[in-house]
Every structure is written in structure tokens, then in C-alpha cells.
């Protein structure tokens, strides 16, 4: 099956509420590992590149990696852009086979944001390629840089109504209380789900997405620390929120750092079990069946197995 647009799986997944996963790809062992989940559980998914991913990996291996996920199996596989900061590299990705891109112009005033994504839009549209774009600003780390909790914005539910209405994106990420990274809350975990729902009733079958959603699962971070690493304080958002918003109109969920997590600890695992191996193989190929199993995991709490 070739790389699928988001338009119809979106659909499907605002009907059956659920969402797809959307997770973070950098290599070679990350994408076999997402792969094994979806085709074990049967699901769509999306592999969504950074421009840091782009720039670790190169823009022309990671193609050939997606290219050969599409030749060996059968399920709906989207290629997208995460937080494209700019028209160029949207363009890049559109022109680059991408089926889908972010441009992330959450950071600019609301004209400045309707402006960029609509530019992109006007680009990407006629080419068949969908476009994702974020209004209000979510705390956290995203490509190094950080953004205060202070400084995260929630997104406003009547002006997610102009904004969609104005630059006729596909989809809206909105910020609700997620954010980036390992470190999402400092008291209990809160979702602003009122607001969740006043976005929903201005966007009727509107899809949503929702970034900053790992669970930063606590048996992960402890088996990281169990064999020498130092992750202290981490939290993520509980499952059970993550499920809520799926049956919402939440359709795309974002998942890279509890992918980040069970590699780490899978690895830390192999060096501290066995100091005399220096096999490659023998230590990423545990982390790309810790990916797999994060993958599952993450696919059954989105209501997503079967739906391929
Ligand atoms: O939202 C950010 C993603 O986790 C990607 O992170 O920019 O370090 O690749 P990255
Ligand atoms: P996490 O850091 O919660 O995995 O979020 C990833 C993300 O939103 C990528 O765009
Ligand atoms: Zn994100």
C-alpha cells in the first residue's frame, strides 16, 4: 500500500473515536520497532520526522527507511513533517514525498501564525499533501529549546474556530496541558478537558492533535535508573487521560519520549549486564523490542488496534 494522506484516517478515527499514534522517528532500529507494533496490532500510523531527525539522519536516508516500511507491509503509513518551523522546510517535505507536514507557527502572534499557515497550505493543498498547524503554545523541550511553564498558553476554543476558518488547515494541535518532555507536570497530572470540549463544539469533526502526550510510564523511568541513569521528578500524562481524548476528537496523538525512554533504558540494561560486548546488534536490537512494546502499548490505550 503506498503512504496514505491523513484526510480519510482521520475521518474514520473521529467516527470510531479513536486516534492514531504519531511517533517520533531518527533511525533505522526506531522504525522497525514502531513497525513491529503497528503490524502486530494491526493499526494505522504515523511516522513523523523533526527537522533535528531530518538533520541527524539526513532527509534521503530516512525516505529510503519509510520506503522500505511501505514495501513490507500492508497498513496505512503517513510521512510527516513534525513542528515545521518555517515555509521552506514544509516545502522541502512536500516536494520530498512527504504525505503530510506541521508548519508550527505557535511562537508567532495569531496574524503572523494565519499568515505562515495559510501560505503553506496554498502550497501544500494542490499537491494532495495535508497540513497540521498549532495555535497556543504548549511548555516543555522541543529541539533544545525550552519553554517555561509560564510561558505555555492554552489554546483559545473561538479563536481555534477563526484559525481553522482562515488558513484551512487539515488539522489543529492545541494545547491543553501536555507539553514536551520527560517533565510534564509538577503537581498531579491536569488536562483541561472543559476546554478540550468547547475547541470540539467550535470545530465540530474538526481533528485535533495532541502533542507532548507520552505517559513517561513509571516502570520505564525506573528501569532506566535501575542500571545507572539519572531521571528524576519525570511525569507524563496518565493513560487513562490519553484514552479520554482519543474518544474525543483528538485523532492524532504524539509520542517520542517514551520511545526515547525504553531505548535508554534497554541499552543501559545491556551495557550494565554484560560490560564485555561491544556488538551493536546485541544492544540495539533489545531497544528496537522495547520500541515495539512501547508502540502496542501506546496503539491499545488510542483505541487504534485492529483498524488498519
Ligand atoms: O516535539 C518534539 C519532538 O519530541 C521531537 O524532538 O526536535 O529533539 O527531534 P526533536
Ligand atoms: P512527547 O515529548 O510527550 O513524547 O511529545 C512528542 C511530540 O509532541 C512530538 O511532536
Ligand atoms: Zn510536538
Known amino acids: 500500500m503506498p503512504l496514505v494522506a491523513t484526510k480519510e ?3 474514520k478515527a473521529l467516527k470510531g473515536r479513536y486516534a492514531i ?4 522517528v531518527n533511525d533505522m532500529e ?3 520497532g514502531i513497525m513491529a507494533g503497528a503490524v502486530e496490532e494491526r493499526s494505522p500510523v504515523i511516522l513523523q520526522f523533526s527537522a533535528g531527525a531530518r538533520k541527524y539522519a539526513r532527509h534521503e536516508y530516512l525516505i529510503k527507511l519509510v520506503e522500505a516500511a511501505v514495501a513490507t507491509c500492508d497498513l496505512p503509513i503517513v510521512l510527516h513533517l513534525d513542528h515545521g518551523e518555517d515555509f521552506d522546510i514544509c516545502k522541502a517535505c512536500v516536494d520530498g514525498g512527504f504525505t503530510s507536514v506541521m508548519i508550527d507557527g505557535s511562537k508567532h502572534p495569531f496574524e503572523e501564525n494565519i499568515a505562515l499557515t495559510r501560505k503553506v497550505v496554498d502550497y501544500a493543498r494542490p499537491r494532495g499533501v495535508a497540513v497540521e ?3 497556543g503554545k504548549l511548555a516543555g523541550v522541543e529541539d533544545n529549546v ?3 511553564e ?3 498558553v492554552f489554546t483559545n476554543p473561538r479563536q481555534a474556530a477563526e484559525f481553522v476558518e482562515r488558513t484551512g488547515c487539515d488539522s489543529l494541535a492545541v494545547a491543553i496541558g501536555t507539553s514536551h518532555g520527560a517533565y510534564k507536570f509538577k503537581g498531579e497530572p491536569r488536562l483541561d478537558f472543559e476546554r478540550l470540549t468547547e475547541i470540539q463544539d467550535c470545530l465540530p469533526g474538526f481533528p485535533l492533535v495532541l502533542h507532548g502526550a507520552s505517559s513517561v510510564p513509571r516502570d520505564l523511568v525506573e528501569f532506566c535508573n535501575k542500571y545507572g541513569g539519572r531521571i528524576m521528578g519525570s511525569r507524563g500524562v496518565p493513560e487513562e ?3 479520554r481524548a482519543a474518544k474525543m476528537n483528538v485523532c492524532k ?3 517520542d519520549t517514551d520511545i526515547r525512554l525504553a531505548i535508554t533504558g534497554s541499552i543501559r540494561k545491556c551495557f550494565a549486564e554484560d560490560p564485555s560486548n561491544f556488538d551493536p546488534r546485541l544492544y540495539l536490537g533489545p531497544a528496537r523490542d522495547a520500541i515495539r512494546d512501547v508502540v502496542k502499548r501506546k496503539i491499545r490505550v488510542l483505541g487504534c488496534s485492529g483498524k488498519a
Open 150 to 152: 509560564k510561558d505555555a
Open 146 to 148: 525550552s519553554v517555561n
Open 9 to 11: 484516517l482521520f475521518q
Open 133 to 135: 498547524a498549532e495555535l
Open 241 to 243: 487521560m490519553i484514552s
Open 253 to 255: 496523538v504524539n509520542i
Open 21 to 24: 499514534g504519531a511517533f517520533n
Open 30 to 32: 526506531i522504525i522497525q
